[in-house]
């Protein structure tokens, strides 16, 4: 892991506002995001989690930048700070047309594998289309990337022309996970890309990110609620709770010897295979 700084979000803010009465009127506005900062750093992982609501994954909206075209009369404020090869930019201001020759180095995993993949679509199609995009790829070239894609996150090219119904819960993110590494990104947000799966599907596709992770040197922020899942591929965590970051350091650190309330008690709430680790924690 390089100590080069790949992304800096300075004082990120994000409000929405609450309409009411016959008119439709602003009545108020709920601040998802309250002011967060933090850094990745280039090969890094770091952890972000905390419970459902507390705007862990509208930070992940915020850095890709698509949280305006999910809501056109969201206010977003602060620094998105991106090192790219010509320089730093600042994505937060940018429209979605000058935000396009950024998009291919920040990609996003999605939470739920069966509404993120269109069911119209062949795999081919699905993961392809980042390259028709963002390359200048002829289709044949196109065909031979979706193919390699495919064996890299452990499915076999034979499938390229079948729909994602056809496919397991783990099998469909691992499709979501090729097309977000199909344009060679520095950056991969996966949000809570396991949560949708099964327990015992759940490792296999952590090994997998991992695996891609070091072969290539993605660096990622892995979202996520439980605090067990994330620590294995996390070299750091940040603890948010009410769209505050609560707690941020070394992955070790933070599981064994959280410092704040919030930490804590989202670590007691976690499943615990070690039947003595109770014993030690009350002895």
Known sequence: MSSEILLDVQNLVVKFPVFGGVLLRRVGEVEAVKGISFQLNRGETLGLVGESGCGKTTVGRAIINILRAMSYRVEISGKVLYRTDSGVIDLLPL???????????IQMVFQDPYSSLNPRKTVDQIVGEPLRIHTEMTRAERADRVR???????LSARHVNRYP????GGQRQRIGIA??????????????????LDVSIQA???????DLQEEFGLSYIFIAHDLSVVRHISNRIAVMSWGNIVEIGPAEQIYK?????????????APRPDPAYRRRRTS
């Not at 097309?179 to 949708?196: C, G, H, Y």
């Not at 959280?258 to 008690?265: A, M």
């Open 95 to 105: 429209t979605r047309t000058q935000m396009r020759p950024y998009r291919a180095g």
């Open 148 to 154: 390699w894609l495919l064996e890299k996150v452990g």
């Open 165 to 168: 119904h056809e496919f397991s």
């Open 179 to 196: 097309r977000a590494l199909a344009t060679n990104p520095k950056i991969v947000i996966a949000d809570e890309p396991v949560s949708a």
């Open 204 to 210: 296999q596709v952590i090994n997998v990110m991992q």
């Open 257 to 269: 010897h959280p410092q704040h309330p919030y930490s804590q008690t989202l670590l007691a709430a």
